[in-house]
């Protein structure tokens, strides 16, 4: 595979390639708030649901900001069923967090959603750049990306 810069990616590879380094930076973060908010001295219960409730900004505001990125570049990049049902299950057990528990679980599970989507997302980015090579117009088609979409080991385009 030929090197190329990545300002001449297709845009959909390039917002792929930023949801990963977001998900990665966003897991980082996340994942030592709890540590943080423990050294302030607060309660642990008070520690889960602050964490909770940060941890919902960040994935409303990803999921927004990703469906803006998507209709600005006019990349029809739908976000596929398994990362709407594992996000809507994070925010679900973050405000069952927020409102009830006040435990680590619910927490942890909103992180490794955030760590599911990030390694999903580099598989797809790394599959679809090997195939980009035989078929460099092919990442432009709407459903191109999605994991179901993939076949592994055949050398084949998706589709």
Known sequence: MRRQRLAHWPKDQQILLQIVFTATAASIVYGLLPSFLAETGISPNLVWKVSSGALIGWIVGAIGFRLRQSRTHGVAMSIPRHFRILGALA?????????????????????????????????????????????????????????SSLRYGSGQSPH
Not at 95 to 106: K, L
Not at 110 to 128: A, C, E, H, P
Request: glycine share 8%.
């Open 91 to 147: 925010i679900a057990f973050q405000i069952y967090n927020i409102v009830g528990v006040g435990q680590s679980w619910p927490y942890l599970f909103g992180i490794l959603t955030l760590l599911i989507n990030g390694f999903s997302v580099f598989l797809v980015l790394v599959f679809k750049l090997l195939d980009s090579e035989d078929q460099p117009n092919k990442m432009l088609e709407p459903d191109a990306w999605r994991l």
